[in-house]
Nanobody, 123 residues
Framework: VQLQASGGGLVQHGGSLNLSCAYRDRSLSRSAMGWFRQAPGKEREFVAVISASGGSTKYADSVQGRFTISRDNAKNTIYLQMNSLKPEDTAVYYC?????????????????WGQGTLVTVSS
């Protein structure tokens, strides 16, 4: 299963970015998919997850109200719209997929991972 994340870059404090994660295996349209991030010197952390149907989402407290996760199963793509970015959002962002349709905030529940895209927020 291949996941291809894109959309990262350099943005100023308060700016916005929209990350995308494309997948080839159509079976992932029946899987919950999420975003995680890892900042330099820190452990990987949960950001957001969306159920297979798109009807359920969860967010980390640190991004609630600023980030929005969505998916388009017809395009085999999930998105992470990031607004009001802060320097502490700087990290490599990874998309990941589960084998089941239900959401989870634990990275051990994800079986497939993309290569990551770097987001840098300048102060």
């Amino acid at each position: 299963v291949q996941l291809q994340a894109s959309g990262g870059g350099l943005v100023q404090h308060g700016g916005s970015l929209n990350l995308s994660c494309a997948y080839r295996d159509r079976s992932l349209s029946r899987s919950a998919m999420g975003w995680f991030r890892q900042a330099p010197g820190k452990e990987r952390e949960f950001v957001a997850v969306i159920s297979a149907s798109g009807g359920s989402t969860k967010y980390a407290d640190s991004v609630q109200g600023r980030f929005t996760i969505s998916r388009d199963n017809a395009k085999n793509t999930i998105y992470l719209q990031m607004n009001s970015l802060k320097p502490e959002d700087t990290a490599v962002y990874y998309c990941a997929a589960r084998d089941v349709p239900n959401t989870s905030a634990s990275d051990i529940d994800y079986h497939y991972w993309g290569q990551g895209t770097l987001v840098t927020v300048s102060s």
